[in-house]
């Protein structure tokens, strides 16, 4: 698991284009590590069918289909899209957690644990301002 600093990615901007693209919430989490506080997501309600992808580079992240209610005020997956996140141990807050990751364009999107229910047991824990949705059909 290597640190994003270290990892080459097929979307790079110059710090400048990312805050000229995205709200400075999105900033502050995709591009900066931070966290939106719990509940304060509309996408951790969103219902429909479709896909969730990067709010930065638009890749196709997570399907509805793999969606589910966690509780915790923060849209939650059991599993993503192949090939479109990537994974690294996280040491902040004096604990070790599993950051997630756009494997395209390397924005931080959340964390994953391993509470998370079948088929996968396991909970991506994503900052919806990290997220677009797009509506099937």
Do not use: I
Not at 54 to 79: D, H, I, R, V, Y
């Amino acid at each position: 698991m290597a640190h994003p600093a270290e990892e080459t990615f097929e979307v790079t901007k110059p710090e400048s284009e990312w805050k000229a693209q995205l709200s400075p919430a999105a900033f502050r989490v995709l591009r900066q590590h931070g966290t939106e506080r719990a509940g304060t997501s509309p996408l951790d309600h969103e219902k429909r069918p479709g896909a969730f992808l990067c709010a930065g580079c638009a890749l196709p992240l997570f399907s509805s289909e793999a969606k589910f209610e966690s509780g915790t005020g923060w849209p939650s997956f059991f599993q993503p899209l192949p090939d479109a996140v990537r994974t690294r141990s996280d040491r902040s807050l004096f604990m070790v957690r599993t950051e997630v990751h756009c494997r395209r364009c390397g924005g931080h999107l959340g964390h994953v644990f391993d509470d998370g229910p079948p088929p996968t047991g396991q909970r991506y824990c994503m900052n919806g301002v990290a997220l677009a949705f797009e509506p099937r059909g």
